[in-house]
């Protein structure tokens, strides 16, 4: 299997990304998504991994499964938070015995469902990565967020951040955004500061106001007003659906136009608005 590093060098990717569902009614959703989305034969798909809760063993039965039933290169979040060393030790091992070649390093978010954690042994992204290169043979991945991260002192701050991040791995991924000027001016901080690994752009298909509004609140960035409004104001499902993945693709064009080096769709276990999106932009299923 091809590692993410190895994949693009070759050429422009597109990913996916999934989440351990928390439900039965949502595992048979994600089974159907995926039984829609992986025949597109994407170049990764990534899992995430869900701090505290049950979600964490989810994440490495996921894994396995794609492993063995997918010819994509499968890609692990895993997030420090609330972790000792020996059990992100553990949890690596099993990862590389069953052949994983790429692990998304992350600090981790407080879940929201269940008591917060305290910090583990690793308490920036920036450590955990320096224990995976100093131990393991693998493609790593890191968080990227071009508006800033939400808990960042100041934009300046986190650039200087990130961008010490960023240089120490094979490849970022972003958190989504909606104009493709934050992606551009990111990496043009990125660049004065001397990191030119790919830089992944992640989109979100965009349809529903109330839950770009609820993820905006969680991840930070911001969503222009005229297309808020104009989906808003849209009288039905079918004509928010319409806008939304117009703008999507503008969106997608204009980030491969600028150079982006693959694109990381955020399907939010769905299929019908990023299978629509693939459509338009000609990717095609077999
Ligand atoms: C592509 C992608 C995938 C994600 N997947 C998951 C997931 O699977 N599970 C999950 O729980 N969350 C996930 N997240 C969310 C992510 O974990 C949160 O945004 C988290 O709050 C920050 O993670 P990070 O790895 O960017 O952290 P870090 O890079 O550690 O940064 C966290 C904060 O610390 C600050 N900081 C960094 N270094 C220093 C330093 N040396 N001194 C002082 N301050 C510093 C940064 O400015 C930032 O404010 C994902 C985010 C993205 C973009």
Redesign the pocket.
């Known amino acids: 299997m091809t590692s993410i590093s190895g994949l693009l060098s070759q050429g422009t990717t597109f990913s996916f ?1 999934f ?1 351990p569902p928390r439900t039965e009614k949502g595992a048979k959703q994600l089974m159907t998504t995926m039984e829609h989305l992986l025949p597109y034969n994407p170049s990764f798909i ?6 505290g809760g049950s979600s964490r063993e989810q ?1 490495l039965e996921i894994v396995k499964e794609l492993k063995y039933n997918t010819r994509s290169t499968i890609l692990p ?5 609330g972790h000792t060393r020996n059990e992100i030790e553990e949890l690596v091992n099993q990862y590389v015995d069953i052949g994983i070649t790429d692990i ?8 929201r469902n269940s008591a917060p954690l305290t910090e583990g042994d690793f ?6 990565i320096e224990f995976l290169r100093i131990n393991y043979d693998l493609s790593l ?5 071009t508006e ?6 100041s934009y300046s ?2 650039l ?3 961008s ?2 960023i240089r120490t791995a094979d490849f ?5 955004f909606f104009d493709v000027n934050h992606y551009i001016l990111f990496r043009e901080e990125m660049k004065k500061r001397k990191v030119f690994i790919p830089i992944i752009p ?1 989109i979100i298909p965009v349809t529903n106001p109330a839950e770009i509004d609820r993820m905006i609140r969680l ?2 960035g911001t969503f222009p007003q005229k297309l808020w409004e104009e989906i808003n104001n849209a009288s039905d499902q079918e004509s928010k659906q319409r806008i939304g993945i117009n703008h999507s693709i503008q969106l997608v064009k204009q980030l491969l136009k600028a150079g982006a080096p693959g694109i ?1 769709f955020y399907p939010m276990n769905r299929w019908q608005e990023t299978e629509q999106l693939l459509q338009y932009l000609d990717f095609n299923s077999h």
Do not use: M, N, R, W
């Open positions: 990304e989440y990534s899992i995430t991994y869900g701090a994440t979040h895993l997030t420090c938070i998304l390093a992350l600090h981790g978010d407080q879940p308490k920036f992204a920036t450590d955990l991945g890191v968080a990227a967020h800033g991260h939400p808990a960042a002192s701050t986190d200087e951040h990130q010490s991040k970022a991924i972003t958190q989504f992640g991840a930070g990381h």
